[in-house]
């Protein structure tokens, strides 16, 4: 029976450039910050992160988001968007104490719930301890949202003392509207509120990436502080995930594509230290 190491080696081996085991979370010598710069990026005050909860992220991103921002989540369908906002909520809780809510336009939430099970996010035992919530919106629902400065929304944020929120998906939001107009009005709208709210939020959409720019409906990178891209493009007989930190205000990202893959009982995983050699492409080029 093969081992959970051999397994992530015959994933990634087409992939990445062959490194030592035991050496794929560490960046090369010249992306390391220095001890003082990590200190001073991780420290309580001005400079204070939010870790991720997502393993291997915060070593891209001079150790988590800035608090009170919003990093948006961008990727085709399949690419990981909800396990990455999923993560970040969970493991946000159990490992730092930070209660979070979940809101979704699409999926059910209890379906988004029960599918993380595998990956070892009991939220049901969340819920009971009081640290975390899930709020489904529908249709009829989002307008009242926008009106009402946030309703149910912010009765649930300020219940828990909420620090975390995730919202799964904007692309979903938009399209509850009935024209484009009202759809960027409203997301306007929503992204006032965000800041209001004083969580540090995580939201995904759909988006393709190129070489040349990055594509989303509206704009809407351009309303956040972050942008995480993740790709699963195919090269020849076999498709491969890597992700890429596009945007993050006030941080000193590390820019380089980096492998990633889901495992059982953890959820997602990037390698910093791992190389992707093979260039990401649209479908159609």
Not at 78 to 102: C, I, R, W
Not at 162 to 172: E, H, V
Not at 194 to 202: A, G, I, P, Q, S
Request: net charge negative; charged share 25%.
């Amino acid at each position: 029976m093969a081992t959970p190491e051999t397994k992530v080696d015959r994933k990634l081996r087409p992939t990445v450039q062959p490194v030592k085991r035991g050496e794929e979370d560490k960046p090369k010598e010249s992306q390391k910050l220095s001890p003082a710069a990590a200190s001073a990026e991780a420290a309580s005050g001005p400079d204070r992160r939010v870790p991720s909860g997502i393993t291997g992220l915060d070593e891209l991103i001079s150790g988590g988001f800035e608090p009170v921002s919003t990093t948006l989540v961008m990727g085709e369908s399949g690419t990981g968007k909800t396990t990455f906002l999923s993560q970040f909520l969970y493991n946000g809780a159990v490992q730092y104490g930070d209660p979070g809510v979940l809101l979704t336009f699409e999926e059910p939430s209890f379906s988004v719930l029960r599918h993380m099970k595998k990956y070892g996010f009991d939220f049901k035992a969340l819920e009971e301890e009081l640290l975390f919530a899930t709020i489904n919106y529908r249709p009829h629902e989002v307008k009242k949202l926008v009106d009402e400065g946030g309703g149910l929304i912010l009765d649930t944020i300020s219940s828990l003392g909420a620090k975390r929120l995730a919202i799964d998906s904007l692309t979903s939001y938009a399209m509850l509207f009935d024209s484009p107009y009202q759809a960027r009005e409203a997301e306007i709208s929503l992204f006032d509120l965000l800041y209001k709210w004083k969580c540090t939020t995580m939201l995904s959409a759909e988006g393709l990436s190129s070489k040349k720019s990055v594509k989303s409906p509206g704009g809407i990178e351009h309303l956040v502080d972050g942008v995480i891209m993740l790709h699963h493009p195919r090269h020849q007989s076999v498709r491969y995930r890597a992700i890429e930190i596009l945007k993050m205000r006030g941080t000193r990202q590390i820019e380089k594509v980096c492998p990633f893959e889901f495992v059982e009982g953890l959820g997602v995983k990037i390698y910093p230290g791992e190389e992707i050699f093979y260039d990401l492409k649209d479908k159609d080029e």
